[in-house]
């Protein structure tokens, strides 16, 4: 079948551009690509080729590079980003931060800092501020939860807050009247739910580079969630990932990592409390 009129035919990536790729994302972000990759980052390259009329690789990678704007170095860490996640994912993190929540609320403490490193489409962040409306109250106490990804594609799902009834099947009804909006699209029948302002008001959405601490947060933080996306970086960024979140958390603070991390083989005085999670001594 001949491409469609005007279509760009693009050229191969050879093997020596492929780690060209590689490097240079990796310098960027953090973000190691292996070999067996090939396919997907070639996939993922080509969408920004097209988008910029460029059929050769080599001269997309030059032209990244030779950008001082910065703009498409951005748009091509959001291709290659990868976003996976839905609501109250590897809920035993959500019981632990509701135990936690409870037992400070109970000391006294009236205000609490909760980052979320790695907000993806905004499940997540939203998830956690549901776990502490419900067991905080609204108004109660000065609550902040900031969200952060290096994708500002994902930055602006979390911002809009709109997700399809597919996106909700770990949202018990009681949480969707009490934290979202349903909406059926008369013309597709499609059922949306927006975030309500109660829920969408504790968390702010700002994009980080988590490969390049020191960050700009001067915490402490209560808690913080770095989950499922260390399995992208190698050991030398994880370590320093580790370290900078050891800085941020408070004494008694802790740390959720996903449950197929571990902070094997870091150097940090982070002790384990159970599995994928940890506390800073004090």
């Not at 990536?13 to 490097?23: I, S």
């Not at 990796?26 to 009329?53: C, D, F, H």
């Not at 489409?121 to 998830?127: D, I, K, L, M, R």
Request: with cysteine; net charge positive; hydrophobic share 40%.
């Amino acid at each position: 079948m001949d491409p469609p009129r005007g279509a760009l035919t693009l050229k191969e990536m050879d093997p020596k551009t492929f780690r060209a790729f590689c490097d240079f994302i990796y310098e960027q972000s953090g973000i190691t690509l292996k070999e067996g990759k090939e396919s997907l980052v070639s996939a993922r390259i080509a969408k920004r080729m097209r988008a910029n009329g460029i059929v050769d690789p080599r001269a997309y990678l030059e032209f990244v590079m030779a950008d001082r704007s910065g703009r498409e170095l951005v748009e091509m860490i959001d291709a290659i980003s990868t976003n996976l996640t839905f609501f109250f994912r590897e809920e035993a993190h959500f019981d632990m931060l509701r135990g936690v929540l409870s037992g400070w609320r109970d000391q006294g403490q009236l205000t609490y800092r909760i980052w979320c490193a790695a907000a993806s489409t905004g499940e997540e962040p939203y998830s956690i501020a549901m776990t502490v409306l419900d067991v905080l109250g609204e108004g109660a106490t000065d609550t902040r939860i900031l969200a952060t990804d290096i994708s500002t594609r994902v930055l602006k799902t979390c911002t809009e807050g709109v997700y399809g009834e597919n996106r909700m099947r770990n949202v018990s009804a009681g949480y969707r009247q009490r934290f979202f909006e349903r909406n059926k699209d008369r013309a597709t029948g499609e059922v949306r739910y927006t975030v309500k302002p109660s829920l969408r008001e504790l968390v702010f959405f700002k994009r980080l580079n988590l490969s390049t601490p020191p960050f700009p947060m001067r915490g402490p933080m209560d808690v913080v969630f770095c989950r499922n996306v260390m399995i992208y970086f190698d050991q030398r960024v994880r370590a320093n990932l580790v370290n900078e979140i050891y800085r941020l958390l408070k004494p008694g603070g802790y740390l959720m990592v996903g449950h197929s991390e571990s902070l094997a083989g870091i150097a940090t005085p982070l002790e384990r409390v159970c599995p994928a999670t940890y506390i800073k001594p004090g």
